[in-house]
T-cell receptor, first 114, second 116 residues
Framework: GENVEQHPSTLSVQEGDSAVIKCTYS??????FPWYKQELGKGPQLIID?????GEKKDQRIAVTLNKTAKHFSLHITETQPEDSAVYFC?????????????FGTGTRLKVLA | NAGVMQNPRHLVRRRGQEARLRCSPM?????VYWYRQLPEEGLKFMVY????????ESGMPKERFSAEFPKEGPSILRIQQVVRGDSAAYFC??????????????FGSGTQLSVL
């Protein structure tokens, strides 16, 4: 069935370094790829998204890249800060029956060490 | 503009009791989704509703679980005769009306259900 694989499951980086999280999806009809940040005890918050007609999108220290051919997309966080520590989820989504069906990755726990 | 509101934040039930989780979507949103999250795991889709209609319940267990989104009031996820395996965080998300923008999901803070 449809599936999204996310790696790594945990990631520790020194403050100021970059962090990269990668996802692979199986459904070639997916055309919308959001990333969510979940802090402890809170719900996931949308931080950036990309559509399949775009290869890269950047928002300050966060960027997302998409390779449709390989069905890969990645989240890049530069100049990491302690407040970036959280669990990050990727998702692949496509329109079906009047709505968007989301498949989430299993999450990456990012720890930024001061 | 308030976000997605879920209550209660924490719910404790004994085995065999009923659990009712409530979700009020963001203002102007008419699509509601329920997800379940087990510790150290991702978000698993349960059900998608629009006002007075269940659109997709393919992720919801066939027994003991039900969901509704009435014309007036919040969406309700109901779990009857809870078992310990139902213990999890349940998240509600909503999305706006409209073909061009309805792909963005906005999540609530979740309800942590603990079954004793």
């Amino acid at each position: 069935g449809e599936n999204v694989e996310q790696h790594p499951s945990t990631l520790s980086v020194q403050e100021g370094d970059s962090a990269v999280i990668k996802c692979t999806y199986s459904d070639s009809a997916s055309n919308y790829f959001p990333w969510y940040k979940q802090e402890l005890g809170k719900g996931p918050q949308l931080i950036i998204d990309i559509r399949s007609n775009v290869g890269e999108k950047k928002d300050q220290r966060i960027a997302v890249t998409l390779n449709k051919t390989a069905k890969h997309f990645s989240l890049h966080i530069t100049e990491t800060q302690p407040e970036d520590s959280a669990v990050y989820f990727c998702a692949a989504s496509r329109r079906t029956s009047g709505t968007y069906k989301y498949i989430f990755g299993t999450g990456t726990r990012l720890k930024v060490l001061a | 503009n308030a976000g997605v509101m879920q209550n209660p934040r924490h719910l404790v039930r004994r085995r065999g009791q009923e659990a009712r989780l409530r979700c009020s979507p963001m203002k102007g949103h008419s699509h509601v989704y329920w997800y379940r999250q087990l510790p150290e795991e991702g978000l698993k889709f349960m059900v998608y509703l629009q006002k007075e209609n269940i659109i997709d319940e393919s992720g919801m267990p066939k027994e003991r679980f039900s969901a509704e989104f009435p014309k007036e009031g919040p969406s309700i996820l109901r779990i009857q005769q809870v078992v310990r395996g139902d213990s999890a965080a349940y998240f509600c998300a909503s999305s706006p009306q409209g073909v061009a923008t309805n792909e963005k999901l906005f999540f609530g803070s979740g309800t942590q259900l603990s079954v004793l």
